[in-house]
């Protein structure tokens, strides 16, 4: 009898006949790599060291006193040669700084030159000496947004934006103000997120940074300031550049306080295409670097001008809100400006003027200066030697031309404005002159001011 048994089906090995059959091994712990770890550690650490770095030397030329000791020799040597007046530029914002260099007797004739955008005083640096020299007191504004003048002011208030760092400090502060848990509290008790009072407070405590922005109405109220301040009315004005549609309102508002104008090289336009710095990448390019920039200059504006002259223009333009204020006042020209219609007006019509042009630049530049002298048949049309910024490289010429015209007229009459009598002063006169008793009032006292050196009778 057969005994029939089930045998368990054992796997097969798939291992090729012949070979061996492969034996398992304790598999052993794979060690990590510590490079990954460590490169990415540095390259982390490298990161804000670089960014803690830029970070402080950006705020190291926020600076003033910083950036004042980064300038080159010639520039810092032209501010300590000027000084700077106190002008408000619109009623209900804070006064600003503007400087001023001068040079020549106080008591002469007056001559005040108005740099074009992208410039400043300092360009004019050696008219005004040549000037001074010639007897002429020469003096040069740098407009504001421009040069050594305030190129920002500080707004309180208002809905600007400001960032996500700038809201991040905000919240920062209404916390610390104001507590962790004070919006919770508030949305308990009212129910609702106290939204609108928090932006009330926020906007109410916002300081933030405003470019200067200089229009016609804005320079006339400059001008006017400036010239009030220094005593030099009745003027001869001397507009380059861009300076004619700038000051054009002020010569219309105040033909009694000019004496003469003398246009050199004016467009309404800039002679330096300040366009180019709206560019991302290219304006950092152009202004960050001194060859980028004396590309610029030379291919509009001057070929003669050196390095160093280069730089005392590109510098105020890249720091401290330099560019924004520039190509502010450029969005706030007067495109449209018609110098015939300006010159030809009732109050502008009996001003003396004279037309200095470049004849070096091109025969388009000629035939544009041939077109402003047609529309001021009136005016005096000269021809420099040098470029569309000639007061560098030709300066004894242009300053000839100028004096020249400025001498050519009689002396100018001084205005002398008495200066009021204190409050409190003319009260005791008024009194003695109640009394009767004139002389027992003065008898004793010096002047009013106490300046006197003798007793006033």
Same mark, same amino acid.
């Given at each position: 009898m057969a005994i029939i048994?089930?045998?368990?089906? #054992?796997?097969? *090995? &798939?291992?090729?006949?012949? @070979?061996?059959?492969?034996?398992?091994?304790?598999?052993? /712990?794979?060690?990590?790599?510590?490079?990954?770890?460590?490169?990415?550690?540095?390259?982390?650490?490298?990161?804000?060291?670089?960014?803690? #770095?830029?970070? *402080? &030397?950006?705020?190291?030329? @926020?600076?003033?006193?910083?950036?004042?000791?980064?300038? /080159?020799?010639?520039?810092?040597?032209?501010?300590?040669?000027?000084?700077?007046?106190?002008?408000?530029?619109?009623?209900?914002?804070?006064?600003?700084?503007?400087?001023?260099?001068?040079?020549?007797?106080?008591?002469?004739?007056?001559?005040?030159?108005?740099?074009?955008?992208?410039?400043?005083?300092?360009?004019?640096?050696?008219?005004?000496?040549?000037?001074?020299?010639?007897?002429i007191r020469g003096v040069a504004i740098d407009l504001p947004g421009n040069g050594f003048s305030d190129k920002s002011m500080v707004v309180v208030g208002g809905d600007r934006e400001i960032g996500f760092l700038g809201?991040?400090?905000?919240?920062?502060?209404?916390?610390?103000?104001?507590?962790?848990?004070?919006?919770?509290?508030?949305?308990v008790e009212t129910g609702d997120l106290p939204y609108e009072e928090i932006i009330k407070l926020q906007n109410s405590k916002r300081r933030s940074v405003k470019a200067i922005e200089l229009g016609s109405e804005e320079t006339a109220r400059v001008l006017g300031q400036v010239i009030d301040t220094l005593g030099l009315s009745p003027v001869h004005l001397v507009l380059h550049d861009s300076a004619l549609g700038l000051a054009s309102n002020w010569v219309s508002e105040n033909p009694q306080s000019v004496r003469s104008i003398t246009l050199v090289d004016s467009s309404i336009n800039p002679a330096l295409p300040l366009w180019v710095l709206h560019i991302p990448v290219i304006r950092e390019v152009l202004l960050g670097f001194s060859f980028g920039f004396k590309?610029?200059?030379?291919?509009?504006?001057?070929?003669?001008?050196?390095?160093?002259?280069?730089?005392?223009?590109?510098?105020?333009?890249?720091?401290?809100?330099?560019?924004?204020a520039v190509l502010g006042s450029l969005k706030k020209l007067n495109h449209s400006f018609d110098i015939a219609q300006w010159g030809n007006s009732d109050a502008v019509n009996r001003i003396p003027m004279q037309v200095v042009w470049s004849k070096q630049v091109s025969d388009v530049w000629i035939e544009e200066g041939q077109r402003v002298a047609k529309a001021l048949p009136k005016a005096k049309f000269v021809t420099h030697s040098g470029s569309r910024w000639p007061q560098e490289s030709k300066s004894g010429e242009l300053t000839d031309y100028i004096a020249d015209f400025v001498s050519a007229f009689p002396r100018s009459i001084r205005r002398v404005s008495e200066e009021?009598?204190?409050?409190?002063?003319?009260?005791?006169?008024?009194?003695?002159?109640?009394?009767g008793n004139h002389d027992h009032v003065h008898s004793g006292y010096s002047d009013a001011y106490g300046l006197g050196e003798g007793w006033t009778t």
């Open positions: 048994t089930e045998e368990e089906d #054992v796997p097969k *090995s &798939l291992v090729p006949p012949g @070979s061996k059959e492969p034996t398992m091994k304790n598999p052993k /712990p794979q060690s990590q790599n510590p490079f990954p770890f460590w490169f990415y550690s540095t390259l982390i650490f490298s990161l804000a060291t670089l960014l803690f #770095v830029s970070l *402080s &030397l950006y705020s190291s030329q @926020s600076d003033p006193r910083s950036w004042f000791l980064s300038l /080159p020799p010639a520039l810092r040597q032209h501010y300590s040669d000027g000084r700077t007046i106190k002008v408000q530029v619109n009623p209900d914002e804070s006064p600003i700084e503007v400087f001023v260099a001068e040079s020549g007797p106080i008591q002469s004739e007056n001559v005040i030159i108005i740099h074009g955008l992208g410039l400043s005083s300092y360009a004019f640096r050696e008219t005004i000496q040549s000037l001074g020299s010639k007897g809201r991040v400090k905000e919240v920062y502060g209404l916390i610390q103000e104001k507590g962790v848990f004070w919006a919770f509290d508030q949305m590309k610029l200059v030379s291919l509009r504006c001057s070929k003669e001008m050196a390095l160093s002259q280069v730089e005392a223009h590109r510098i105020p333009l890249k720091g401290r809100n330099g560019r924004e009021p009598i204190p409050e409190k002063v003319q009260k005791i006169l008024d009194e003695a002159n109640a009394d």
